[in-house]
Structure formats: C-alpha cells, structure tokens
C-alpha cells in the first residue's frame, strides 16, 4: 500500500518513484489555487521549456503555464497560456498532477500537467517567457520504453540537455515518469529559498519491458 501524502488524488493503480525529507510533517494549507504547466515533448528526444523572465518562479527554467482563470477549465487554460507564452497551439493531454505548499503561503498550488508530441504555429519568446528546446538526457527517459521513437533527421543530441540546475528541485523526481509516458502526481513543500524540505512523487506502474 502506498503511503499517499495529503492533498493528492490520484486513479488508478500508482507506484512511489521518490520521496524524502521524512522527519517533516506535511505543512497545513488554508485554500488550494489552481495552475497549469505545459509541455511539448518531440519524439521523446527534446522538450521545450521557457526562462522565466519574471514573477514566481523568476530566472528558472520550466513548461509553460499560470493561473487557471474564473470560469476556465484547467485544459482551456493550459492551452491559453501555452498560445500565451510560447505563442504555439498543441493537442495538450493532461498527464500528471502536481501540489506544491510554501511554508511562507496560506495557498496550495495544484498544477495540472499537459503534454503535447506535435504543435503548431512559430515558437515565439514572450514578456514572461524565453522558449527554447532542450535534449532529454537518457537518464530521464527510459530508453526501452517501446513508445521511444527514432529521431529522423532532427539532431536532439545537440541540443544542450536540460538544465536541472535552474530548474524547480521537485522537476527531477517526477519529469523520468512523464517522458517515460506514465501518468504520475505528487506533493513537494517548500521552506526558506525555495528549498524542498518534504516530498513524495508516483507514477503508474511501468509498461513491461521499461527500464524503471
Ligand atoms: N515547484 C514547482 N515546480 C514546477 O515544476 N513548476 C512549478 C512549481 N511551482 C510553480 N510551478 C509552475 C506552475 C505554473 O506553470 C508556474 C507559475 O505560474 P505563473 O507564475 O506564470 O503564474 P501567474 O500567477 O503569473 O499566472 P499568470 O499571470 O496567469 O501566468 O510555475
């Protein structure tokens, strides 16, 4: 049985991929807000992530994504802001869940994630947001996943890889599920700068024959 933290609902069976930070306890939380984030993953080799130009989150590398408006649907918004920030339209699928509590906010964010293997339109920087394209290094994706596909022509490799460093700290735990194609949720609190001090993420189980 898995031990599931507060404020994550998930269906389906789900395995734990990571967790830490175990002599905390769960930081309480008042009211959830809802956010989105967005990715564009292409033929499993390179995604493309945004530099926050400003606001949260400033100076970190990260899908696109923001605030669920009144009257929006977590799906409507996450193509907004997509259109918004990158100025490209993607056939986004939700495909994970995340929840994140700051010791120093009343509000919980609950982010649902999007994914997307195709777009269209011109990739365009905006005031929020610098895109450019990343390779996924093999060690966040499961090369005997069977949906991993040959890249014609469209050299990832030389892509620089993504920059986990400049990244939210919770990014490496779940992003292995999410280019592995799992369906994945989980839950990071955060104390003084931006430090994670309690985490736990999940994914579905792996397909047979995956690497994890
Ligand atoms: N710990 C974390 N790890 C992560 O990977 N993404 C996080 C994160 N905490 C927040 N995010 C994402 C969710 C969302 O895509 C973005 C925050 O959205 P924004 O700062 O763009 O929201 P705003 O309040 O500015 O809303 P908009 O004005 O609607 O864009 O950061």
Redesign the pocket.
Known sequence: MVNIPPGITHDGPMVEVASGGVEHDWIKYEKVKE???AFVILNDQKVLLGLKKR???VGLW??F???VDPGETPAQAAVR?LEEEAGITAPLRQCGTLF?VENTMDAA?N?SVFCAYEYSGTITESD?MRPEWFSIPEDLLPRTNPLTTVDHGDNAAALPPIPLSKM?A??EFWMPAMFGRRHFVGR?DFGVDNKMIKWWFGAAPAATGDSV
């Open positions: 956010y989105t984030n606001g949260f989150g990260n899908g994504g923001g605030k802001e994140f964010f982010i929020e939210w919770d990014d990071a």
